[in-house]
């Protein structure tokens, strides 16, 4: 019998495009396995985005919400 994958909030920081000026966004996913999110088309993240951060955890939202003033 195999353990069940840790599902914890997955947050996502991306910019909507590869331009400098382009806008900073987070996307939280919450109870989602992160093999999951890294394998599937994600809804809400157009996709020319460029992922700037993945982190597991609550704390990365808070976090980051600061550092890239969301």
């Known amino acids: ?6 599902k914890d909030n ?4 991306f910019k909507t495009s ?3 000026n382009a806008r900073t966004k987070m996307k939280t ?3 989602k396995c992160i093999d999951d999110i890294l394998g ?3 809804p809400g993240i157009p996709d020319t985005a460029v992922i700037v951060e993945i ?3 609550r704390l990365f939202e808070a976090k ?3 550092k890239y003033k969301l």
Not at 1 to 6: G, L, N
Not at 10 to 13: D, E, M, S
């Open 10 to 13: 997955i947050t996502i920081v």
């Open 29 to 31: 996913f919450r109870n």
């Open 40 to 42: 599937m088309k994600l």
């Open 55 to 57: 982190g597991l955890g």
């Open 64 to 66: 980051w919400k600061i």
């Open 1 to 6: 019998m195999s353990a069940a994958y840790h």
């Open 18 to 20: 590869n331009r400098s």
